[in-house]
């Protein structure tokens, strides 16, 4: 099983804390040529990586993909409908951003294919949306919620929290109310200063405090979620009534995934070993090398046993799921130590066995990085 990721990297604007492969769109485009690009490189991957495995998932991402035309991604997914294996219950989800999506294109959206939309709703406190940059304001964002739960029925939010000034008391009234929206996931996602962000000059420059390093904002929102009926199914993700969300359950199970657009990374197998695979990240680069490069050249890696391992690692202990330990290599437990540091782990009550899979406990997550560094430290 594999995912398609799609990558559209224009926005509205630039959000202050952000640091992915996106920028403002301030001209117009020529949407037709975007879609022949996106065409062939979907082409190229399928003649060169794919290997007919049902797809799952495909998600449209950013940037802000609710910008493109509603044709845009209707021709998109007939493109992969005709060239790959779809699973018979594929999800198909859009993020999306407030200000770009109302009933109208939602309908079309969801005729097109859609049938899981992700609104990016930050927060519903308007002079932070302000200080994060965002451009649509709370009641814009609760409007546009309670609008697309009448077109969609498996519905997601995000939120960041832990920002700079909020208490953990404004929090939890906060977390509260959006609990009650009428979704079926949430991703809480506690904010990370990035460098090269406009927060971060902000922060630095003093005019706005840092944010707290305590893990109670993390405690606070497990323990509200669940009392809402949300299942933390992996670090940042919550889903009411196993709503989880396939495309990223699948990268935490570190399945192959295709990502296309600018600055898009991928994972496939490759005679029996992973490739990390880079497309260019500028935008008009991308546009050029896609439209202009008969065999575009990737930048490909072979992955080693210890890469595969790490990543293995680093994804598959943020969720429920865990990893699996048949999967990985004698020499590997051996070289890291694994038995004996499962042991001690165990007996911290820091993870727990579930047949042949391991998962970290609600004490384990709380110490996730620190476990992570622990078990991929060689041994002497």
Known sequence: ????????????????????NSVSCN????YRVWFYAYKRILQFYRKKFYKNEPII???????TPSLLPSWFIASILDEINNTFNLDTNVEITLEANPKTIDKIKATELRSAGINRLSVGVQSIIDSDLKMLGRTHTAQEAKDCVFEMAEIFDNLSIDVIYNRPG???QRWKQELEEVLQYPISHISLYELIVEPNTKLKAMIDAGMLPRPDSS?????????TARGHGFEMYEVSNFAKNKHYGKHNISYWRYEDYYGIGAGAHSRCTV???????????DNEKWLKWAMETENPALDEEVLTEDDEFKERLIMGL??????????ISERIKAKYGLENKLKKLRANSYIIHKGDDVVLTDEGIMKLNLIVRY???KCV
């Open 166 to 168: 909020q208490n953990l």
């Open 318 to 327: 943020r969720s429920k799921f865990g990893i699996k330990l048949d999967i």
């Open 1 to 20: 099983m594999s995912t398609i990721y799609i990558h559209w990297a224009y926005c509205l604007s630039k959000c202050h804390y952000c640091d992915f």
């Open 57 to 63: 998932s495909i998600y449209f991402g950013g940037g």
């Open 27 to 30: 001209k117009d485009l020529d």
């Open 375 to 377: 078990l991929t430290e």
């Open 215 to 223: 893990s109670e904002f993390f405690e606070a929102t497990i323990k």
């Open 271 to 281: 005679n029996g070993h992973k490739v990390a695979i880079a497309q260019v990240s």
